[in-house]
């Protein structure tokens, strides 16, 4: 709820980012020795209701901001597929 609760307290943008491909939880020699396809991918600003001061407000925030990450992950999935066809 970092994001979420950050955005609703400052009124700062947020825009959702999805990050693939990195050596995160590879084995040392593997990470280092083998070269990884990094993708980033960033989404259109997210509007966040900053007017609702109810007790639900930051789990829909965060929901919201979830949604949209989720929905980047499932674009470069699609795009994946598309890319490189299994066989």
Same mark, same amino acid.
């Given at each position: 709820?970092?994001?979420?609760?950050?955005?609703?307290? @400052?009124?700062?943008?947020?825009?959702?980012?999805? $990050? +693939?491909? =990195?050596?995160?939880? &590879? #084995?040392?020699? /593997?990470?280092?020795?083998?070269?990884?396809?990094? @993708?980033?991918?960033?989404?259109?600003?997210?509007? $966040? +209701?900053? =007017?609702?001061?109810? &007790? #639900?407000?930051? /789990?829909?925030?965060?929901?919201?901001?979830?949604?949209?990450?989720?929905?980047?992950?499932?674009?470069?999935?699609?795009?994946?597929?598309?890319?490189?066809?299994?066989?």
């Amino acid at each position: 709820m970092g994001v979420a609760m950050m955005a609703l307290k @400052t009124g700062v943008p947020v825009y959702p980012a999805y $990050l +693939d491909g =990195t050596t995160r939880g &590879k #084995e040392i020699a /593997p990470a280092v020795l083998h070269p990884n396809r990094v @993708t980033l991918r960033f989404g259109p600003r997210i509007e $966040l +209701d900053r =007017t609702d001061k109810s &007790k #639900e407000a930051l /789990p829909k925030a965060t929901k919201a901001i979830q949604a949209a990450v989720e929905e980047l992950r499932q674009r470069e999935i699609e795009l994946n597929r598309s890319t490189f066809p299994a066989d």
